[in-house]
Nanobody, 121 residues
Framework: QVQLVESGGGLVQAGGSLKLSCVGSGTIRRFDAMGWYRQAPGKERELVAVITAITSGGTTHYADSVKGRFTISRGNAMNTLYLQMNSLKLEDTAVYYC????????????WGQGTQVTVSS
């Protein structure tokens, strides 16, 4: 059974940084596209950043709201994913979810349970 587990969330002051991690298990196959999504209270889940398959060049895409502040990357271990978040703003407060799948499906079928990020003033 495929599982994605996020960690690294927490409370941080505006302007600070956090690094989220996601570890996938339950498969011996490397995921293709992997990504981070977030959902703030009363809002729909939105894409934050996605990284394509290594075989497709591992290109990255970001929501306009996080460009220049967040960096998505894959870890050396298979099916690990990171999100480095710098210059955090109050509006970045949300539950952040890891997402993955095989093929080109975005978002993928598999979701983590989420990790809370709270940015305070």
């Amino acid at each position: 059974q495929v599982q994605l587990v996020e960690s690294g969330g927490g409370l941080v002051q505006a302007g600070g940084s956090l690094k989220l991690s996601c570890v996938g298990s339950g498969t011996i196959r490397r995921f293709d596209a992997m990504g981070w999504y977030r959902q703030a209270p009363g809002k729909e889940r939105e894409l934050v950043a996605v990284i394509t398959a290594i075989t497709s060049g591992g290109t990255t895409h970001y929501a306009d709201s996080v460009k220049g502040r967040f960096t998505i990357s894959r870890g050396n271990a298979m099916n690990t994913l990171y999100l480095q978040m710098n210059s955090l703003k109050l509006e970045d407060t949300a539950v952040y979810y890891c997402n993955a799948d095989w093929g080109s499906r975005i978002p993928g079928r598999y979701w983590g349970q989420g990790t809370q990020v709270t940015v305070s003033s």
